[in-house]
C-alpha cells in the first residue's frame, strides 16, 4: 500500500486504475513495474477482518447489552466465528486500554469481590483428563465504591495464585501516595495478597457473611440459603466498621451478570474458551469505564469521574483506540 497514489517499489506515478479491493479502496497498478498497490494507506482498526466497520460497531454494541453469540448472529447475519474473532480483538485491545489508561488512580475506598462463571462444564462435572481450564472460572473485580470505577479485574480459578495477581495488579493501578480502605469477602488467600502487594500501606477488612447450609457448594446455585449473621474484621490497620461493606461491589456483579451474557444465570450461554472469558470481560470492563453513563455520577462515566477521561467514549472510538 502506498499514500499519494505513488508506487512503493519505483516510485512512479506512472499507474492505472486497477478495480478495487476488498474493503471498497481504489487499487492501482503501476506501468513501470508492474507492482499493484492500494490508493492510499487505509485505517484498519479491525486489522485483518472483512467487516465493515458499521457492522463491527452494531457487534460490540450488542456484545455489551447483554446479546448472546447466537443471538447476534440472528440479529447481524454474521457467522457466530466472525463474532467471536472480532470479540476476542476487542477483548485485547480493551486489556490494552485499561493497562495504559488506568494507572495512578487516586482511590481511599475499595471493595473486591469474585464472580462466578464456568467453561464447558461445572466444576463437580469436570473429569481427569480435561483442559483445566474447563470448570469453575472467577472473575476477581476491585471497584472504587465513590467513582465506581473498575480499578483491576483478573480471570481465573479461585485460588491463591489468582489472588495474589489480582491484588498485585490492584495496588499497581493504584497512586503512590494512596492509602486505600479495602474491604473483600473472607476468602482467606486474601490476607497473604494484601500483606504482600500493600505492605502497612492500606487498612483492610473482611466482611462475612454466613448463610444457611454450605456456602461452597452454594456459590453456583441461583440463590444462597437464609442470612445468619454478618462478620466483620479489621485485618490491617484502621477503619471505621461503617466502611467495613461490600454493597457496591455486590451491586457491580450484577451488572456484570446483566450485560455479560455468559455470567447470566439460567441460560445456556456460556464460555467454552478461556481467551473468549477474557476478552468478554475486558470488553465489558473497558465499556463500562469509559462508554457507559452511570445514574449516580449524573450522566458521568466512572472513568470521567476518576479524572482519567474528559469525555464520554462511543463505541466507533472503542474500535478505533490502541
Not at 22 to 40: A, M, N, P, V
Not at 41 to 48: F, I
Request: hydrophobic share 35%; with cysteine.
Amino acid at each position: 500500500m502506498a499514500a499519494n497514489n505513488i508506487c512503493p517499489d519505483c516510485e512512479s506515478s506512472n499507474r492505472k486504475k486497477n478495480g478495487f479491493s476488498r474493503q471498497g479502496i481504489r487499487r492501482y497498478r503501476c506501468k513501470d513495474c508492474g507492482k499493484t498497490f492500494l490508493e492510499s494507506e487505509p485505517s484498519r482498526p479491525l486489522g485483518g477482518m472483512y467487516l465493515d466497520l458499521k457492522t463491527a460497531t452494531l457487534i460490540v454494541h450488542l456484545l455489551v447489552e447483554g446479546n448472546s453469540i447466537s443471538a447476534i448472529s440472528r440479529i447481524t447475519g454474521c457467522h457466530k466465528r466472525t463474532i467471536l474473532s472480532l470479540l476476542v480483538l476487542m477483548g485485547h485491545k480493551c486489556q490494552r486500554i485499561l493497562d495504559e489508561k488506568v494507572q495512578g488512580v487516586n482511590s481511599f475506598h475499595i471493595q473486591a469481590d469474585e464472580l462466578w462463571t464456568f467453561i464447558w462444564k461445572k466444576q463437580k462435572r469436570v473429569k481427569y483428563d480435561d483442559p483445566r481450564s474447563w470448570g469453575d472460572q472467577y472473575c476477581f473485580i476491585g471497584m472504587d465504591s465513590e467513582t465506581k470505577l473498575v480499578i483491576s479485574h483478573t480471570v481465573g480459578k479461585r485460588n491463591g495464585q489468582t489472588a495474589l495477581g489480582f491484588i498485585r495488579d490492584l495496588a499497581g493501578r493504584l497512586a503512590d501516595e494512596c492509602r486505600p480502605n479495602l474491604v473483600t469477602d473472607g476468602f482467606a488467600p486474601y490476607i497473604d495478597a494484601v500483606e504482600d502487594a500493600f505492605g502497612a500501606d492500606v487498612d483492610y477488612a473482611q466482611l462475612v457473611k454466613l448463610f444457611q447450609g454450605d456456602v461452597e457448594t452454594g456459590r453456583e446455585r441461583y440463590s444462597p440459603g437464609g442470612l445468619l449473621a454478618i462478620v466483620k474484621s479489621v485485618i490491617t490497620g484502621r477503619m471505621d466498621e461503617d466502611l467495613i461493606s461490600t454493597s457496591y461491589i455486590e451491586r457491580q456483579n450484577r451488572t456484570v451478570r446483566m450485560a455479560v451474557r455468559r455470567f447470566t444465570r439460567l441460560v445456556d450461554a456460556f464460555s467454552k474458551k478461556l481467551e473468549n472469558l477474557k476478552a468478554a470481560c475486558a470488553l465489558h470492563f473497558c465499556y463500562y469505564n469509559f462508554c457507559r453513563q452511570h445514574m449516580s455520577l449524573e450522566g458521568c462515566t466512572p472513568a470521567m469521574e476518576a479524572g482519567i477521561a474528559d469525555h464520554i467514549w462511543t463505541i466507533d472510538e472503542l474500535i478505533g483506540a490502541a
